[in-house]
């Protein structure tokens, strides 16, 4: 695996689409603009975002100090978070909750929210926003700070994960490598309510857990959770939207474009519209990542496998499309 620091490369062409390698450099973190001199001891690591050839998709880490804080903000984009490390109270409207590593929530466009770090250890996390943010020579702005908006983080508590009514928040950290065998282990009875909203969706050794989508009121970009087990594999595929990958556990061979990267922990990767993607993860251990998609998937016609296409060209053209 290439070390945090390596050179990004932001490639593709246009006979294989855009795409972009990320490794994570925190030399380049700084305060986001509209936050300058209203936040305290909070940084952000953009990963992508236009400057690497997106147009949908704005993904990166916060980061926020011991005592550190963001105040009650609104925002014109929708945004979705997973925490990686520490602690971290997240206000929404009037409620906040502490959400520790594996915690994610989802930020409705134009909702109050607020950020701070009641604790000794720097929290951190992955969000990612869409539409993507303005920039500071736009001469607009994005992200506003209503006067006199109440600051609940004080008083925030560890989300009730089994309460009904938990609609912003939850918490997932990836399968177990029996996990269908593993979820009947308790007993039948009495066992904790699962079903369609807790579903996994599984298929060629890899099983999806869907954290923010329409369900949860996103409608702009959805956030999921990937597991691969090894031989785990997805066939060369591509989408009409934007997909990013934020590499969380294990190593794998990754086939973007036509090219093979070859991805670990913290790596970041993007695939655009139309640009061809596989993984087939055949050495090592398991692998997982967090992946996002911007703008939300259609309904129908999500994928587009070039295989399959290639082969009603050779049964149904009559040789192929130079006869035609």
Not at 5 to 29: K, M
Not at 39 to 53: K, M, Q, S, Y
Not at 215 to 235: P, S
Request: aromatic share 10%.
């Amino acid at each position: 695996m290439t070390s945090p620091g390596h050179e990004n490369r932001v490639g593709g062409s246009l006979a294989n689409g855009p795409s972009a390698v990320v490794r994570q450099d925190w030399s380049r973190a700084a305060t986001p603009w509209p936050f300058e001199g209203r936040a305290e001891g909070f940084d952000r690591l953009t990963l992508l975002n236009p400057d690497v050839g997106t147009t949908h998709t704005d993904l990166g880490i916060g980061r926020l100090a011991p005592a550190g804080r963001v105040p009650p903000h609104v925002q014109s984009y929708e945004q979705a978070i997973y925490v990686l490390a520490g602690q971290v109270a997240v206000q929404f409207e009037e409620r906040a909750y502490l959400l520790r590593p594996g915690d994610f929530a989802f930020i409705p466009l134009g909702a109050l929210h607020a950020f701070a770090n009641h604790f000794s250890e720097e929290a951190r996390w992955m969000d990612v926003n869409s539409p993507v943010a303005l920039r500071r020579e736009s001469g607009r702005r994005d992200t506003l700070f209503p006067s006199d908006s109440p600051d609940r983080t004080t008083a925030a508590l560890p989300p009730d994960l089994a309460d009904p009514t938990l609609r912003l928040v939850g918490h997932y950290e990836g399968t177990g490598a029996e996990h269908v065998k593993s979820a009947a282990s308790s007993p039948a009875r009495g066992r904790e309510s699962a079903g369609m909203n807790t579903a996994l969706l599984a298929y060629s050794g890899i099983s999806v857990k869907m954290l923010v989508d329409q369900n949860r009121g996103a409608h702009l970009l959805t956030m999921f959770m990937v597991d691969y087990e090894v031989g785990g594999a997805a066939q060369n595929h591509d989408h009409p939207f934007e997909e990013a990958y934020f590499f969380l556990r294990g190593d794998t061979d990754f086939e973007l474009g036509g090219q093979v990267h070859h991805f670990g922990p913290g790596d970041v990767a993007w695939a655009g519209v139309g640009t061809t993607h596989a993984c087939y993860n055949t050495e090592g251990g398991r692998v997982r990542w967090i992946e996002t998609q911007a703008p939300a998937p259609p309904q129908q016609h999500s994928y587009r496998w070039p295989a399959d296409w290639e082969r009603y060209e050779a049964d149904y053209c009559r040789g192929g499309s130079d006869d035609a």
